[in-house]
């Protein structure tokens, strides 16, 4: 009974302060992961982005608690705010793209994610993993930070069409930085480069990068971009480099505490899903509307966006 009741505050959290749970055999063959729910999340809020935190190989593994080491999550329980669901899965090998879909699938259709406003970053093996998953899924990410990563996958066209940063030390050994150039030359190769930031930090080498995980600027910067965004271009009003990620930890919420659930339960309650629509060609929102049974007002709240707003053929929409 113990075990139930604890999954069901993860799936339906009525909560007065910040929550950390433990998600573990939630999907089917897929992903264990962290899911962290902000202090004053409930069924009246609007919805709320979603964050996704790929970690290094040093945490791979199929102990969950090697996640909390150092990342997002660890910021969280250290004191910095981040408002917005945080999540953050862990893989034993490389990360699937397809499988940290199926984390964030989960997390949407169970909670209030605003799907205009998902962001990805990671580091090492998580700045792979970044990369790899944004040019696989290009109309689900708002913004991407790739942290001395590299990427695996075939085609990197995909990330053209986001805003991305990727960062660098230029003294890395571990990760050179050979592996982050030949990913911006590709996307050279692919055509427009304009959503893309570069930084090579110079001198640097690899861990100390991790402290932008710790920065209030990283997420102030991803929380910048919205998958309605006008021709979404990428934010280049804000800069890391080694001075300022030497000083990420000054500025912590000594007040903030986030309370870490343990759920252990696999069962899963027959809980209502969203429902989302692709957009065809020929499509308006007042068409789409009247085919779900809803209101163009509806759809516009739904997904955080204007009635004048161009729909693109190939987004998908959340209908009820």
């Known amino acids: ?77 250290r004191g910095r705010k981040i408002d917005a669901f945080v999540v953050a899965p862990q893989t034993q090998d490389t990360w699937k793209p397809e499988k940290v879909h199926e984390v964030y699938e989960w997390v949407k259709d169970r909670y209030k994610v605003d799907t205009c406003r998902m962001y990805v970053l990671g580091m090492s093996l998580g700045g792979y993993g970044t990369i790899n998953y944004t040019a696989t899924y290009p109309h689900e990410v708002a913004a991407a930070m790739a942290l001395c990563g590299g990427s695996t996958v075939k085609s990197l066209c995909g990330l053209n069409e986001v805003p991305l940063w990727i960062i660098h030390g230029t003294a890395d050994k571990d990760v050179p930085i050979f592996y982050s150039q030949r990913v911006v030359d590709a996307m050279i190769q692919c055509g427009d480069t304009s959503r893309l930031i570069f930084t090579k930090l110079p001198r640097e080498g690899h861990s100390h990068l991790a402290r932008a995980f710790y920065m209030q600027s990283t997420y102030d910067w991803l929380f910048k971009h919205n998958l309605n965004d006008s021709l979404r271009p990428v934010n280049r009003d804000y800069t890391i480099s080694s001075e300022l990620m030497s000083k990420a930890y000054n500025d912590f919420d000594k007040s903030f505490t986030v309370k870490v659930v343990d759920s252990l339960s696999h069962e899963k309650p027959d809980v209502p899903k969203k429902q989302y629509y692709t957009i065809k060609k020929g499509d308006t929102l007042s068409k789409i509307a009247v085919e779900h049974g809803t209101t163009v007002s509806i759809l516009c709240k739904l997904n955080n966006m204007k009635k004048t707003d161009i729909l693109r053929i190939g987004r998908k929409i959340r209908v009820k």
Do not use: E
């Open 1 to 77: 009974m113990k075990k139930i009741l604890i999954f069901c505050l993860c799936l339906f959290p009525m909560i007065a302060s910040a929550q950390l749970y433990a998600c573990r055999d939630s999907i089917k063959d897929g992903y264990d992961f962290w899911l962290y729910v902000p202090s004053d999340y409930n069924d009246t809020v609007a919805d709320k982005p979603l964050v996704m935190f790929l970690h290094g190989k040093s945490l791979s593994g199929n102990k969950l608690a090697r996640v909390l080491r150092y990342g997002s999550i660890d910021a969280l329980k």
